[in-house]
């Protein structure tokens, strides 16, 4: 059992021992911190030419990063937060995206992107944004959410070795969670769900942060008998939603939580399929959960209102199928009173900041 | 500039103002009140008290991540400060924005923006204004030493030489991105060469002597004001406390101990301090003084802070 | 009757008479060919403090905007094709969406974007993207894609005299098109459809150049006894669209034809909502038109397969209703019989590019 | 280098041929089979021809918009080149690309972009995975005037000094940017001051003197092989015919009659074909001989373009 930063740091030092084409680069990946421990080691083990920080830019180091891969290197670059790569999107839409399609089927871009999702502590509007829909707009990007330790080791070495631009959306409150993570090198599937949870009375999407949230939700709730069909989206673009629309076909009632913007979201993209796919499964109009129309305050009196909680997925239930409003009242008040003694901007009480 | 232009004693009063504010910070973030990223400008408070003293009303200052001393030294208000750093509704951006988004129409703190270099273009824009209104303003924006790895420096400074626009670029060089050195990060060469570069005139100056701070910037603000075009100041110092956070982190690894204590040595408050004394314009009885009103102000600020609301989220409204 | 590009010129032209505050700034704005003809004899009359060429630099010079407008300036910028703006995301994403809801409502960013949508004669990936989910996603940025020359006009106008960051989505295959446009100074609400055609049997909703091929199909159906009732989405933010909500209570039956790609589309956010608000009237899975999943591809003989067209939105409406495939075929004909006649990859006959 | 090392006729020869080349695209542009932009480099053959033939096997080459040239001269396929602009499967990206996105894995022609500035950081790129991979080889990127306005050309020029890459930067200065004159972008100096800036030894010679631009890029070449690091290179050239088609615009009121005559006198191609006449390596004879031999590979390649089948839609996969 260990948490998912230490299962990151593993896979990172597994794919540069097992291929000396692989190399890491981004601001912080050196030094003493070491991207909240993600690169913990690796500089000292591999040495500078394989593990370098580099210089603010985030635009022209994916560029280098791109050639390099061109030329058949493995580049994994880090960004602490996805709000960096926001200058990088010229390089990563245009030229990671298209490059194999545009010389047609020639050029590979074997690189991989890990962006961190921010949250909490007041780092407000531009250190906390997921923009998952801006890289999942691109056809011939990869995009993936590990929300486990265990995706989050398999999924980054499978992405590692795929020969197409990956971006991983990373979320920070993830890194500190524990679960079990062999110790060998496996690949996880750079595509399809996780189930987390098995039901028939509702299905639920979540993607990252938000996987917490939809099971502490789905856990609380299958107790007041109400069974949901839990599943991690994992895997963005491409996005295979099968098990999904057989799972609807079940249960008729469909719930996607998103960890980004609801306007716009992921939850646009399954519900349109679900619809065009399953209509006539379904029971009562999908409903998305995501973050509102505004972007992150930095107050601790405004956060609460922003990011969407195991609460209001068992609320969600409920506009589903009001007949189970009372059955699912012990749910949000076990929630009730676990939130009340967590902070509502921090992954835990023991968290003192500053990031 | 004669000697009698300088303003001596407003120079030290902002120093150490803001030393005092930002210690007392750092010995109450482990309250957990204060539920934000801080980057601490301790070590560093030349730069900000030359600069913005140096500023005239209308002028605009434009910042960053490491935004309190010059905030504070641009004439904002403690309270709005700390009450932002306390997530407050009275804070500065109503407790939306936190410590790295700091911004004050009144003192002239046109914002502040935290990712780097971002809001060295916007500094060229409000100049831009200014030239357009022909308003005689000047733009100043301060950024560090990795701002200028990024591409977007470049852009604007081109366009503010190509334009000749009242902008005064001030680069506070204290030899860290976060923890990586300079050396990981350019070639080594004087930051004052990127301006040049770019046609603008570019100068240097020892960042941890506020006087020579307040002689260059005042004079690149005659400059732009008189329609001569934009400079870069490139102004060396060093920080004393961690990249972001209350504490000290020599111990860590990225920087050693000597390092430190050699620019403690430097310290710009320490250099004026004595200086003062030593032209009679401090005793130990007027700096006790100045302790003690500068406390005060600490203590009713922080009250403020701690006593304000936060902020609800009832009516947010992202379209003006 | 004058085409949308001269409606741009006459609209800027009197927003730079009317407020001196406003100035226009961009590559080409001021050269011989004048931004296709969108901006001819501006800095002639203006002067050029008012109307100037920029460096090749548009994450600088959107920074740039975005410092004039706090200041009260009211610029407009102009890319000759949406990719270029690609560079300047980080720009418009953070400092223009979120300056207004950061600074507590203090600031504004009265500033305006037009980005030109390239299409045909062979111009490729990187010279034809839509984006407009990217830009969307955004909240705090305004979004619009006019169709119309009176829109062209009347928008703009509209968008320079708004205070809050606008975003102009400009089809080039749309500049030539020929329409009612007044002399005067009149504005174009910034949100909300406008209706082409009424009708009770389909709702189509359509944006930016994709109405012309709606409108196509509208009209033959209607010959055919299908009535379409037609909308031209026009604002894709702020996103009103309770006319459609009221629509497809009546139809039962939606359609959706993007300009941009169809995978995290605008259609799927109008699918998302137009289920989550009408769901009971639905008589059928909504359908969603626009791009394929990969990049634009250059060559003629690929193109054909990658735009949509009025007669995949007559098709799909016959998948709709499977009943009306019999009657529909006469529109079919017509549309191949006039597609037959004219170029693939060009607005028309006489277009000899090169771009 | 002696002025044997020099290849005076390959030289000639690769400039003659794209002359030829270019020139017949423009005649036939007209006919509407090539519906893709066309960026054409008349006049400023003596750029890519100088460069091209400096460089070695597993060197890469990198471009822009305007690499019709580049590729040529790198040693391209001509019937691949003209069957990618006309939009057909047999081109060098399967007709998916067009004029602005030419890519050749055989002819060492690692890309080319049509955003401007995009391909600078990705040659730094490919330079980095020569010198892991210990290749002695050297990335070779060449761009406009206008490249260097945006700001990712100064993130890759710094990485590149950073790290003293094997990569040298070809700046094609032809004194526009589509329409817009160099002074109504940049302040006026001359361009290698960028490199310098970055700790780039920068140099510049006359982009008109073929013999002039294979000097200096050689010896660039040996310098970047050897380990010593990045160079840019500036050569200050003219365009003839207009920024992207096929005709002249010297009428729209841009640029002056004059100034074009100023440097048509300066053709590249005139100035070396004197020379060789004068050193005996080339005769009327000969010269016929060598239009002849392009004009067929010319016509044949047209054939070849025009004969061609569309590529179909039918399998396309985005992903590797
Ligand atoms: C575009 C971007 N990249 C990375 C970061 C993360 N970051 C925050 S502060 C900082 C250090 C910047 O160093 P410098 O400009 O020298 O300022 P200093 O902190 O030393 O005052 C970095 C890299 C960021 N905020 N924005
Ligand atoms: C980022 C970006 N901005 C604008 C353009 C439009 N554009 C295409 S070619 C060109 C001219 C570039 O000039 P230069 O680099 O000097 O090359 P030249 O055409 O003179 O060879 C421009 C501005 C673009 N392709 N990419
Ligand atoms: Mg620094
Ligand atoms: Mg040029």
Same mark, same amino acid.
């Given at each position: ?36 421990g993600t690169t913990l080691g690796l500089a000292q083990r591999f040495g500078s030419e394989r593990v370098f920080e580099t ?301 | ?93 109503? /407790?939306? &924005?936190? +410590?790295?988004?700091? *911004? @004050? ?8 923006? !935290? ?111 008189? /329609?001569? &075009?934009? +400079?870069?100041?490139? *102004? @060396? ?8 956070? !209350? ?74």
């Amino acid at each position: 059992m260990i948490s998912a930063a230490e299962a990151i740091r593993e896979a990172t030092e597994q794919c540069l021992s097992a291929d000396d084409r692989v190399y890491m680069m981004g601001q912080g990946v050196a030094d003493p911190k070491g991207v909240f421990g993600t690169t913990l080691g690796l500089a000292q083990r591999f040495g500078s030419e394989r593990v370098f920080e580099t210089p603010v830019a985030e635009n022209g180091m994916t560029g280098v990063a791109i050639g390099s891969a061109l030329m058949g290197r493995r580049p994994i670059m880090v960004h602490q937060r996805v709000d960096f790569a926001m200058l990088a999107l010229e390089q990563l839409l245009n030229n990671g995206a298209k490059m194999h399609f545009v010389t047609n089927g020639e050029h590979k871009v074997p690189l991989v992107v890990r962006l961190i999702i921010g949250r909490g502590w007041g780092q407000g509007p531009e250190h906390s944004q997921v923009l998952e829909t801006v890289f999942a707009s691109a056809p011939g990007l990869k995009v993936i959410m590990p929300s486990t330790p265990y995706d989050a080791k398999g999924m980054l070495i499978a992405a590692v070795e795929d020969d197409n631009p990956v971006i991983i959306l990373e979320h920070r409150w993830l890194h500190a969670v524990i679960g079990h993570v062999p110790q060998e090198m496996y690949r996880a599937p750079l595509s399809g769900q996780n189930r987390m949870r098995v039901g028939d009375d509702v299905t639920i999407v979540a993607s990252s942060f938000a996987v917490l949230e939809a099971m502490e939700a789905a856990d609380l709730m299958a107790e007041c008998g109400v069974q949901a069909d839990l599943f991690d989206l994992r895997a963005v673009r491409p996005l295979d939603l099968t098990a999904i629309f057989e799972s609807v076909r079940r249960t008729g009632r469909l719930i996607v939580v998103d960890t980004g913007w609801k306007m716009f979201g992921l939850g646009a993209e399954i519900v349109a399929q679900v619809t065009e796919q399953g209509f006539q499964h379904l029971r009562a109009p999908p409903i998305r959960l995501g973050l509102p129309d505004y972007p992150t305050p930095s107050s601790r009196g405004l956060v609460g209102a922003f990011y969407p909680s195991s609460q209001g997925v068992v609320e969600a239930v409920g506009r589903l199928s009001p007949e189970w409003i009372p059955r699912l009242r012990p749910a949000i008040d076990t929630i009730q009173t676990r939130r009340a003694k967590l902070p509502v901007d921090a992954p835990n009480p023991a968290f003192r900041g500053p990031f | 500039m004669s000697q009698d232009d300088v303003p001596q004693e407003g120079l030290f009063f902002d120093m150490l103002r803001n030393r005092r504010v930002e210690l007392e910070i750092s010995r109450r973030y482990e309250d957990g009140e204060m539920r934000c990223p801080v980057h601490l400008s301790v070590g560093q408070e030349a730069i900000s008290a030359g600069v913005c003293r140096a500023m005239k009303v209308g002028d605009q200052l434009v910042s960053t991540h490491r935004a309190h001393a010059h905030y504070l030294s641009k004439g904002g208000d403690l309270k709005r400060m700390l009450a932002e750093f306390h997530g407050k509704a009275t804070g500065c951006c109503g /407790g939306r &924005g936190g +410590s790295m988004h700091i *911004f @004050d129409r009144d003192a002239g703190m046109l914002l502040s923006l !935290p990712i780097v270099a971002s809001s060295i273009p916007v500094a060229v824009g409000a100049a831009l204004a200014m030239k357009q209104a022909q308003t005689h303003s000047v733009a100043v924006v301060i950024f560090g030493d990795a701002a200028v790895e990024e591409g977007v420096f470049h852009e604007a400074t081109n366009f503010a030489a190509l334009k000749q626009l009242p902008v005064v670029f001030v680069c506070e060089n204290n030899l860290f991105s976060v923890y990586t050195h300079l050396n990981d990060r350019q070639p080594d060469l004087p930051l004052q060469r990127l301006g040049a570069a770019h046609g603008i005139r570019s100068l240097t100056a020892d960042g941890n002597d506020v006087e020579a701070v307040y002689r260059l910037t005042t004079e690149a603000f005659e400059r732009a004001r008189a /329609g001569g &075009g934009p +400079s870069l100041l490139v *102004f @060396d110092t060093y920080r004393w406390l961690e990249h972001c956070g !209350p504490g000290y982190d020599n111990d860590i690894g990225y920087r050693t101990e000597e390092e430190f204590q050699v620019w403690k040595a430097r310290d710009p408050i320490e250099r004026t301090r004595q200086k003062l004394f030593a032209l009679g314009l401090l005793d130990e009885g007027s700096e006790a003084g100045l302790n003690a009103q500068i406390d005060q102000e600490i203590a009713e600020a922080f009250d403020f802070a701690l006593e304000s609301p936060l902020p609800t989220s009832s009516e947010f409204q992202i379209y003006a």
